[in-house]
Structures are given as C-alpha cells and as structure tokens.
C-alpha cells in the first residue's frame, strides 16, 4: 500500500491510528509548553496582547507551501494553549466553563477520528445505536416514572431550549377555533421569569413568538404566587402558555421552586419547560438531588453536561417524558431517511435534531457514564458544591468582604466591604488583563457583585483563600 505523504494520512482506517500516534505526541508536547509559558489562568496582557501573540507567532496562517503537520501543530497548539482561559486552573471562575474529564476527551478523540455524521443510519450504524440507549438511560433520571422517556442530542442550554419552546409552539397550534375554524389561533404565550437564561426570549424571536411576558425575581427566583397572578389574569385574554422555570441561574446558581411552579402550570394549564442545563446534574448526587423535587413534572427538562458533566463542549440534552413529544420534529429528505428504509428498519435520524451534519458527542458521555457510573459523578457533583460552601465561609469570615448569600449550587456572588460598582469592574479587568483571576460579574438589584463560578472538583481551601487574597490586593483602600 503506498503511503500517503506526511500531513495527509487519514485518521480512519487500520492505519489511520499509525498515523496518529506521532501527531499526538507533538500535540500533548505543545499543549504541555504552552500551558507552562502561560503559567496561570489567562494569557496576561489584555486582548491587544494576545492578539499580537498569535499573528506573530502564525503568520503567515495560509502560506503558498505548507510548514509540514508537526510544525504546524507545534506551531498552534502550543500558541493556542498559551493564550488559553484555562478552566482546569482554579481561579479561573468566571463562567459556566468546565474543565474536561481527561476520560471524555480522550473519548471525544475517536470521535473525531472515526467522523460519524449523526444524520443517517449508515452514516453512524454503531454511533446511533449508542446514542439511543444513552440518551433514553439519562432521560430515565429526569422521569423515572416514565414508560418511555427520551433524550435529544443539543449543543447545549440554549439549543435546548430552543427546542423546548419549538415543541410547545407546535403542540399549542391548532389551524383554528372551534366557532371559527377559519380564525387563526392566538400564539404561544411564554411566561418567565427575569432570572430566565438569555435564549428563552432570544429563542422567541427566532421562532416568530411574541416577546415573553417576564416576572420580577428581585430574590434571583421565580414565586408561584407571582406566576399565579400573571396565569390568572391570561385567562381568557390570552391563548396557550408555557411557563418556563431555570433550575441553576447563570447569575447566582438559583434553583426556582419547581414543584410548587409545576402545581401553578398544571392548575392554569399551561405547559411546562424547566432549563436545568447548570443544575441538572443534582440527579447524579444521592445528598443533593433532592434540590431537584419537581423536575419529572416538566413537560421537557434541558441539561447539559458540559457544566457540571465535565464534558468537552458541545453535551447538552433535552429530556421528554415520552417519543410523542418530538412528533414535531419529523422531517425527511429522501437521500437520509426514506419512508422505505425507515419502514425496513434503518433508524431516522434526521427526525432527533434541527441540524443535519452531527457530531457523536454521545461517545464521551457515555464513556464517562460507564466509567464513573451515577455514583462516581455524584461525587464529583457534591466535591465541586461543598468547594463552593467552602469559599462562602471564606468570605463570611473575612472582615473586608461582603457575600451576598449562600450558594444553591457551585456559583458564589462576594465584593470587597463597600466598593462601588465601577470599583468592582476594574478590580475584575485588572485581574484579567494581568492573567492573574478570571472572575465573572452579576449585576442583582442590591447591585454588582464578583461571581465565582466553581466547576473543578479538585479545588482545594488553599486555591479560593489565594483567589480571595488576589482580589483584596487590587481592592483600593
């Protein structure tokens, strides 16, 4: 067999490993100096900086003859880690960013290298078939009383949600009424609340809904009594609702009453959607899950496991209580899924997402899932919350330091005793442009608070005491 020349060797076939093999020595060699170079959290220097960084180093991106792969991987690689936010670092705690379990990473490898497109049967025989007992297996934890419970596939929160407001659009959309059937009818009514994820009015206006009707959450959750007022004074003015109610803001981690929302939805009869893509992972945890109540009375739940999953991104999911939820998703192109193979026994995949071309982010999920099992994760769940507890007792301690409450899940809102909010933000941009801290911001009606967003379970008490000592150094006095 001739050997193809060096840099176009494929990643598949019995040989395709052969050719990989040197290449991820050169590629663990230069995120291994890159990492060392960068020696923190960020890059220092502000985007100017790192910017000038890069087209130094990679210039010219596109030459007229190519550097050959292992300079061409040295090159990037290494430039990428260098200039990287790290979340595997511990005072970068900004965001919801997780650092990847090194098991689903290297899983995610031999997806990538076997290329399933998840779009037709014999595209990804093996990949579909993994993604249906896996997907139906975490469904079963959101609704464990269900005869058939499903999962899809999402890139994550937002598309999850999207999904979710799509499915109510189309089960609430009769051609008529009943006196007129000719008259169209009212559109789909999404109430939520202020602490609502930014796509749940973003996914509105992409799906031609009106503008959510949104609740006051002056306390960072959603109240029954609030959402029964609003349902109460719908009646008869408006048509269908959905309610939505997030299980684990993006601004402080808050848990919304999902059981007493599910009684509200129920008793108005509207339709319910929980966004648990920060908080669902609870069910994975015997001593937090609990936080949970409710959840199974949702009409559909997201989750996403490239939060508190460790999951290289994208692992989100959206979870049904049974396949007749996603009838509305059925759609065919006679080329991935004719009515004759589906009617044969290929499986139709093109009916379990908006998109065509999919990755199999199935395979390091359910990698994971099988190495650490519910037990495993759960304890990293609870490793990662109680880090989060800790550095709350941190900052009640110390006597420069403000909390503004205790943490529902791993996200912590703290600001230096008495400092402003343009205080505040340069503290947080001091400490990014020096590649010393990455620090979130939350804006709540008691004003602009630090956030620490908590996502390594191997953080350790002496990691946030140093984080909170970064902050106190740039804290004018």
């Not at 890059?43 to 087209?55: C, H, I, M």
């Not at 991106?61 to 430039?79: E, I, M, Q, S």
């Not at 009684?263 to 609990?290: M, P, W």
Request: hydrophobic content about 40%; some cysteine; overall charge negative.
């Amino acid at each position: 067999m001739t050997v193809p020349p060096a840099g176009t060797a494929l990643a598949g076939g019995t040989n395709g490993p052969r050719a990989l093999r040197p290449l991820l020595d050169t590629v663990l060699d230069a995120l291994t100096t890159g990492a060392e170079d960068r020696a923190g959290p960020l890059p220092p220097g502000g985007p100017d900086t790192v910017t000038r960084a890069v087209r130094d180093a990679c210039h010219p991106v596109f030459p007229d003859h190519g550097t050959g792969p292992h300079t061409a991987l040295r090159t990037l690689v290494h430039t990428l880690a260098a200039g990287a936010s790290d979340p595997a670092d511990p005072h970068c705690a900004a965001h919801l960013h997780c650092p990847p379990l090194a098991l689903a990473t290297a899983a995610d490898l031999a997806a990538c290298a076997l290329n399933p497109s998840m779009d037709s049967w014999d595209q990804a025989p093996a990949a579909s078939a993994l993604e249906a007992l896996t997907s139906r297996a975490l469904a079963a934890l959101v609704y464990p009383q269900a005869t058939d419970p499903d999962a899809l596939i999402t890139t994550g929160g937002t598309e999850s949600n999207q999904l979710a407001l799509l499915l109510a659009r189309e089960a609430a959309a009769p051609a008529g009424t009943a006196t007129d059937p000719h008259r169209p009818a009212r559109p789909l009514q999404i109430v939520c609340g202020a602490n609502a994820h930014h796509s749940i009015p973003r996914s509105a206006w992409l799906l031609g809904l009106p503008e959510p009707l949104t609740l006051p959450t002056p306390d960072g959750i959603l109240t029954p009594d609030i959402v029964h007022t609003c349902l109460a004074n719908l009646a008869g003015r408006a048509g269908p609702v959905l309610l939505t109610a997030t299980a684990g803001t993006t601004d402080s981690g808050a848990i919304d009453p999902l059981a007493d929302l599910a009684d509200v939805a129920a008793q108005h009869g509207a339709r319910f959607h929980i966004d648990a893509a920060y908080g669902g992972a609870l069910l994975f945890s015997d001593t937090h899950r609990s936080a949970l109540h409710g959840l199974a009375r949702a009409h559909t739940v997201g989750l996403d496991l490239h939060k508190l999953g460790w999951q290289p991104v994208a692992a989100g999911l959206l979870a049904v209580p049974g396949p007749a939820t996603l009838a509305p998703l059925a759609h065919q192109a006679d080329y991935l899924n004719a009515d004759d193979d589906t009617e044969a026994g290929l499986p139709d995949l093109l009916s379990r997402s908006l998109r065509t071309t999919r990755r199999p982010d199935i395979l390091k999920i359910a990698v994971t899932l099988k190495a650490l099992g519910r037990h495993g994760l759960g304890e990293l769940v609870d490793r990662t919350l109680a880090a989060a507890q800790t550095l709350a007792d941190l900052i009640e301690d110390h006597p420069r330091y403000e909390l503004h409450s205790r943490p529902a899940l791993s996200t912590v809102l703290f600001r230096p005793t008495g400092a402003d909010d343009t205080t505040l933000a340069t503290i947080r941009r001091t400490l990014l442009t020096d590649g010393q801290a990455v620090l979130g911001r939350a804006t709540t009606p008691t004003g602009l608070w630090l956030k620490a967003t908590l996502l390594n379970p191997h953080t350790q008490p002496g990691d946030l005491t140093t984080l909170l000592k970064l902050v106190e150094g740039h804290t004018p006095r």
